[in-house]
């Protein structure tokens, strides 16, 4: 089970958070409370929550500054920001400091067990992916020893983290690169390690496991069971001893490769039918405030993950701008057509304020909706 730590400076939002729902039922462990963001970084330091609640306005230290303090000493911790409105700085922040979703008040407990299902969501894939390479560095510990100790080597450890920064670029190129482009990658991509430590096989098997480890994320990010997929990369004694002998180690880096990116793109081939269907839902819904890309992706049917991927790959933007967007040149067609104010317009298109309506509206447009309307 995932704790649950809730921080909000009203006992009576706290009292209604607490009893409204039956936290084990869903696999949450309500874990502890603080009415600001001083105490709850002690509750936090004594009971290791997965995943914090707070309220964004709070005496002594806001939930802004709290998450930023938060992501600091715990970088996967999970932040849910509750508000009383959407202001638009606040949304900025948020994001800036990791916070996961921003819940506007008054706090349903049907909408707050949607969010935290689908963090446990998260949590849960976090998990696996953990286990994953916890197992693949035991197998490469195991092969170390079976194999490369009658070649005593020494790993250069700056290199080492130099190859932890080639990851971002190799997962980059997973995410966004074609099978076209896949070579010459490759070989880029083994000449700067290689070259940095020459002779090294202990470095060789440590870049062999980064990049099965690398595939395998992406995979699991795009929704797909890598045991199915990488099928053939399963056996990771025999990818690694393969990918040492200098003569293969181009031509298996190039297939695994080949293998997620053909994967990904079939994905985005397969994934046309559910963005139309999506795109329809958002023309005759875009009035629903409650409108995210989760409960998008479940109305199609996909892992969030998976609809967020392919709608960008489709769109050409990712799912909050399109739908954005489409709510901004609707309510341009308002303003042009009709005497709605501008409140009765910010519903029409899903801002429950109009204040947060107006700066998108100008972040979006480049005027006001009243200079809009009278230009």
């Given at each position: 089970?995932?704790?649950?730590?809730?921080?909000?400076?009203?006992?009576t939002v706290r009292e209604s958070i607490r009893k409204s729902i039956d936290w084990?039922?869903?696999?949450?462990?309500?874990?502890?409370?603080?009415?600001?963001?001083?105490?709850?970084?002690?509750?936090?330091?004594?009971?290791?929550?997965?995943?914090?609640?707070?309220?964004?306005?709070?005496?002594?230290?806001?939930?802004?500054?709290?998450?930023?303090?938060?992501?600091?000493?715990?970088?996967?911790?999970?932040?849910?920001?509750?508000?009383?409105?959407?202001?638009?700085?606040?949304?900025?922040?948020?994001?800036?400091?990791?916070?996961?979703?921003?819940?506007?008040?008054?706090?349903?407990?049907?909408?707050?067990?949607?969010?935290?299902?689908?963090?446990?969501?998260?949590?849960?894939?976090?998990?696996?992916?953990?286990?994953?390479?916890?197992?693949?560095?035991?197998?490469?510990?195991?092969?170390?020893?079976?194999?490369?100790?009658?070649?005593?080597?020494?790993?250069?450890?700056?290199?080492?983290?130099?190859?932890?920064?080639?990851?971002?670029?190799?997962?980059?190129?997973?995410?966004?690169?074609?099978?076209?482009?896949?070579?010459?990658?490759?070989?880029?991509?083994?000449?700067?390690?290689?070259?940095?430590?020459?002779?090294?096989?202990?470095?060789?098997?440590?870049?062999?496991?980064?990049?099965?480890?690398?595939?395998?994320?992406?995979?699991?990010?795009?929704?797909?069971?890598?045991?199915?997929?990488?099928?053939?990369?399963?056996?990771?004694?025999?990818?690694?001893?393969?990918?040492?002998?200098?003569?293969?180690?181009?031509?298996?880096?190039?297939?695994?490769?080949?293998?997620?990116?053909?994967?990904?793109?079939?994905?985005?081939?397969?994934?046309?039918?559910?963005?139309?269907?999506?795109?329809?839902?958002?023309?005759?819904?875009?009035?629903?405030?409650?409108?995210?890309l989760n409960s998008m992706a479940e109305h199609v049917g996909l892992s969030s993950n998976y609809f967020g991927y392919v709608f960008k790959?489709?769109?050409?933007?990712?799912?909050?701008?399109?739908?954005?967007?489409?709510?901004?040149?609707?309510?341009?067609?308002?303003?042009?057509?009709?005497?709605?104010?501008?409140?009765?317009?910010?519903?029409?298109?899903?801002?429950?304020?109009?204040?947060?309506?107006?700066?998108?509206?100008?972040?979006?447009?480049?005027?006001?909706?009243?200079?809009?309307?009278?230009?």
């Amino acid at each position: 089970m995932y704790k649950v730590v809730l921080v909000e400076d009203e006992s009576t939002v706290r009292e209604s958070i607490r009893k409204s729902i039956d936290w084990g039922a869903y696999g949450f462990i309500f874990a502890g409370e603080a009415a600001n963001g001083e105490q709850a970084l002690e509750v936090v330091r004594k009971v290791h929550p997965e995943i914090v609640i707070t309220d964004i306005r709070m005496p002594f230290m806001d939930g802004i500054e709290l998450s930023r303090m938060l992501r600091n000493i715990h970088p996967k911790i999970k932040i849910i920001i509750l508000s009383g409105y959407m202001e638009f700085k606040y949304a900025q922040d948020a994001i800036r400091f990791g916070v996961c979703e921003y819940l506007l008040k008054p706090v349903t407990p049907v909408k707050l067990v949607s969010i935290l299902l689908g963090l446990k969501e998260k949590l849960d894939q976090e998990s696996k992916e953990a286990s994953a390479v916890e197992n693949l560095v035991y197998k490469l510990r195991s092969y170390e020893v079976k194999n490369l100790e009658d070649t005593p080597t020494e790993l250069n450890v700056k290199n080492l983290e130099e190859g932890r920064r080639y990851e971002i670029e190799l997962l980059n190129f997973l995410k966004q690169g074609t099978l076209e482009e896949t070579d010459a990658f490759v070989k880029r991509y083994l000449d700067q390690g290689q070259r940095a430590n020459t002779g090294s096989l202990v470095y060789s098997s440590w870049q062999a496991m980064q990049i099965l480890t690398a595939c395998t994320q992406v995979v699991r990010e795009l929704g797909g069971d890598p045991e199915t997929i990488l099928a053939d990369f399963q056996n990771v004694d025999h990818f690694i001893r393969s990918f040492c002998r200098v003569r293969s180690m181009e031509e298996i880096t190039g297939k695994l490769l080949k293998t997620v990116i053909t994967y990904r793109m079939d994905l985005v081939d397969s994934g046309g039918q559910a963005i139309t269907m999506a795109k329809e839902y958002i023309r005759t819904h875009m009035d629903d405030a409650n409108l995210t890309l989760n409960s998008m992706a479940e109305h199609v049917g996909l892992s969030s993950n998976y609809f967020g991927y392919v709608f960008k790959q489709r769109t050409g933007v990712n799912f909050i701008k399109y739908l954005t967007n489409v709510r901004m040149e609707h309510a341009k067609e308002l303003l042009r057509t009709t005497d709605l104010t501008s409140a009765q317009i910010a519903e029409r298109v899903g801002f429950l304020d109009p204040n947060y309506f107006s700066v998108v509206f100008k972040k979006t447009c480049g005027m006001t909706p009243r200079e809009y309307r009278n230009k």
